[in-house]
């Protein structure tokens, strides 16, 4: 098609060949020399350069066309194609929850009835399993109550898991390419993608609604986009930066951990931009140059995970039995939320109000007392002041209802109008169903002893008298005179014979305070511990006692009104309350694992089990790979030492073309697989083997790159040069083994085959691995 062009260009080179090759040598003096004359021998410039200037206005004038080029990559072709063909086989078997398809499935079907959820990860992934299952005309009707459980016939399983199939088979492609931009040999990329499709936990990862695959899909092509954009200048390296700041934040808008792939990038650009202080003599071009970069890696990945949340948000309008983990603004601002508020609750607090106090910060709980006492003395001896218990109860009850009390004022049913309370006022605090005084006084708290106790004064008739005074601080005012509104108004109340804030200490009681958390007043008042809200709020229309008890008991369970919150209102107490959720997995789960077992794969995972036969999946890794990448760490560390002690003592061993690679491929490979592996040995949780895989991928690249550079420093030495025929035999058996290996255990990926007791014993090549055999035939 563009045979014309190729003939032309071939005839300028030549020229161009012919015409500056013969003074190559003497363009500098000739450059220096623009005074000879013309006639003295030698040819000017304008005749030099005469021949070629002829031939392009003759190709000038001849008509100008359109070419269309395109190039196909057969064998990025043919390795898609496979890994396509091993994870969407069978895709909808079995026909049961697997492992966390139970929480993610429950999502998607809490996303198709628009009802709100909480999760202490970002939502893009659970988002694209939801568009995968909506586009399938799934109606969120089925229950995900245990792993196991038969889907039903409304259940498009294939769809649902669709979407993390495709990015596992699409990891095999962008394995090829990454290696291909890091500018290694063609087979080493064949290499590395071949290691990621034969690797049989991305396999199992791959083929269920699981969201790792997505979210190192994301990496890899974020990683990918800034190496070419560091290659690149102008308008072109804006374009891929833009494009890999979309994908890294879309990468940890799938779970937070896609953030060690957001900082190895943004190592990547900084040692750019540290490459080019030698090559850029203008400071001010290269501070731009670093603003813009940086800038576009801030500000895009932000910009993507806030939308990410706007979505989030406005899909899930309406109430849902995870709304009660976050403040009782946001609840009351869903639709139908907060129902154990009363319809048309009063909005200021007054005297005579019955109120129940939400901690508003961190663990959700509300200020309860009940008729118990502390024990006479602790367990350690010291002793209490043996009054009535104050606790924070992470549960409704009848005993979280208080009742504001002006200490000046007997009566406790509200006037008319209501005596508003408001910043800076002085009140008393009594438990509604006891009808005793919130106190406190200079005795040591139960747990927490640098702290005062909390209690309900019971008179004793000892000198002990009742300090019960509190004062109002509203922390969110508006001025000093704001009142204080049930809901919206943050309050901290203050001890006023001590100076102490009321405060939720995490700590819990021991069995005599039933296991309920710790109420202590502390000195520190700038603790976020010391912050609450008034939730549930009604006025006292009685001053009989057992007439206030029927009411508070009797309260009408009704949903309220919607409030209205900013959209960054809600996005910023939902990152909150994300960074401080506990996990919700016990410690010493039967499948957890430390990340001190994950390089030697100590521990499988079980995933599923067939009810009817031994049939089984798990996730677990080909071994071979697993133990040869571990094995490619140890020597590129080795390696590293070696070269740099060698550099230091100015001996050459290899030619810098090659020690340039091997450290530029292990600013990228090494370090991505430490970055996304050392973590975890700070992370205070249970932990799994698939928190492993986004490190995993780094290690087996790295693999890969190890077998190229043993090839090349083989190639490059005389003496070791016949032996690179003995090393590529290695390589191909060592690959048969790993496809045999793949095989072998692939029966527990798809989990299709009825196994027998034997034949799981034949895969239990180690005697950590946990195989579950229930039936025997």
Avoid at 113 to 118: A, H, N, Q, R, T
Avoid at 646 to 666: I, M, S, W
Wanted: aromatic letters at 12%; hydrophobic letters at 40%; one cysteine or more.
């Amino acid at each position: 098609m563009d045979t014309g062009r190729c003939v032309k260009n071939r005839k300028i080179n030549k020229i161009r060949k012919e015409v500056t090759e013969p003074q190559e040598y003497s363009y500098s003096e000739k450059t220096c020399n623009s005074h000879r004359e013309v006639g003295d021998g030698a040819p000017a410039e304008n005749e030099t350069e005469k021949p070629e200037l002829m031939l392009m206005n003759e190709m000038n004038h001849s008509p100008s066309r359109i070419y269309l080029q395109l190039e196909i990559d057969v064998i990025a072709i043919g390795l898609l194609i496979l890994a396509l063909c091993t994870r969407l086989y069978k895709l909808d078997e079995p026909r049961h929850i697997v492992f966390d398809e139970l929480h993610y499935g429950r999502y998607v079907s809490l996303y198709t009835k628009g009802v709100f959820f909480f999760d202490a990860h970002p939502p893009l992934g659970k988002q694209l399993l939801y568009l995968a299952g909506s586009i399938a005309g799934y109606d969120g009707n089925f229950t995900f109550d245990r792993i196991g459980t038969p889907y039903t016939d409304n259940v498009p399983v294939k769809a649902l898991r669709l979407v993390p199939a495709v990015s596992g088979s699409f990891l095999v492609l962008i394995t090829y390419f990454l290696m291909l931009e890091l500018s290694l040999h063609q087979w080493t990329a064949i290499l590395a993608a071949l290691l990621v499709l034969l690797e049989n936990c991305f396999l199992a990862q791959s083929r269920f609604m699981l969201l790792e695959s997505i979210q190192i899909l994301f990496g890899l092509c974020g990683v990918y986009c800034i190496i070419k954009s560091t290659k690149r200048i102008g308008l072109t390296a804006l374009v891929w930066l833009c494009a890999a700041a979309v994908l890294l934040g879309c990468c940890f808008s799938v779970k937070y951990s896609g953030l060690y792939t957001y900082y190895l990038s943004l190592f990547l650009v900084g040692r750019h931009i540290w490459l080019q202080l030698n090559q850029i003599k203008s400071g001010t071009r290269l501070l731009f140059s670093a603003l813009w970069r940086f800038a576009v890696l801030l500000i895009i990945p932000l910009a993507v995970y806030v939308s990410v949340f706007y979505m989030h948000l406005s899909m899930l309008p309406k109430a849902g039995p995870h709304d009660s983990v976050m403040t009782s603004a946001f609840q009351a601002s869903l639709q139908g939320g907060l129902a154990s508020i009363t319809h048309g609750q009063p909005l200021h607090v007054a005297h005579g109000s019955q109120i129940t106090l939400r901690h508003t910060h961190g663990r959700t709980c509300w200020l309860h007392s009940h008729a118990h006492v502390y024990p006479v003395r602790y367990a350690d001896g010291r002793g209490s002041s043996h009054q009535q218990q104050v606790t924070c109860y992470s549960f409704k009850d009848v005993n979280n209802w208080w009742i504001v009390k002006r200490p000046d004022q007997a009566s406790l049913a509200v006037s008319r109008p209501p005596d508003a309370i408001r910043h800076g006022d002085i009140v008393q605090l009594l438990h509604g169903i006891t009808s005793r005084a919130l106190n406190s006084h200079d005795v040591a708290a139960a747990v927490s002893p640098q702290s005062q106790e909390v209690s309900c004064y019971i008179d004793y008739n000892v000198s002990m008298p009742a300090q019960n005074l509190w004062r109002v601080d509203i922390v969110n005012r508006d001025s000093e005179e704001s009142t204080w509104d049930s809901i919206r108004s943050l309050v901290r109340l203050v001890h006023v014979d001590t100076g102490s804030g009321l405060r939720y200490s995490g700590r819990q009681l021991p069995a005599w305070g039933f296991h309920q958390h710790e109420i202590v007043a502390d000195k520190v008042l700038s603790h976020q511990d010391t912050i609450w809200n008034v939730e549930e709020h009604r006025y006292t229309k009685a001053d009989d006692r057992k007439e206030r008890e029927r009411e508070l008991v009797t309260a009408e369970m009704i949903p309220t009104a919607v409030t209205q919150l900013t959209f960054w209102e809600k996005f910023t107490e939902l990152q909150y309350k994300m960074i401080a959720h506990a996990p919700d997995a016990p410690h010493g789960h039967m499948f957890a694992s430390e990340p001190a077992e994950w390089p030697l794969l100590v521990r499988s995972i079980a995933y599923w089990l067939s009810p009817d036969s031994n049939a089984q999946i798990h996730l677990i890794g080909n071994i071979v790979t697993w133990y040869t990448g571990t094995i490619s760490v140890i020597v590129y560390s080795a390696l590293l030492a070696i070269y740099s002690v060698r550099k230091r003592r100015a001996c050459e061993d290899l030619p810098p073309f090659v020690l340039n690679k091997f450290y530029e491929t292990g600013y990228t490979l090494f370090l991505g697989y430490w970055l996304h592996y050392l973590p975890y040995f700070f992370i205070d949780r249970t932990l799994f083997l698939h928190h492993y895989l986004p490190a995993y991928i780094f290690k087996i690249l790295l693999l890969a790159y190890i077998v190229d550079h043993i090839y090349l420093v083989l190639q490059l030495h005389e003496k070791t040069r016949h032996v690179t025929n003995l090393f590529i035999l290695c390589v191909t058996i060592w690959l048969s083994y790993i496809v045999l290996t793949f095989k072998k255990f692939s029966v527990l990926n798809y989990g299709n085959v009825d196994l027998k007791e034997n034949d799981l014993m034949s895969l239990r090549w180690k005697d950590t691995w946990d195989f579950i055999l229930h039936k025997k035939i």
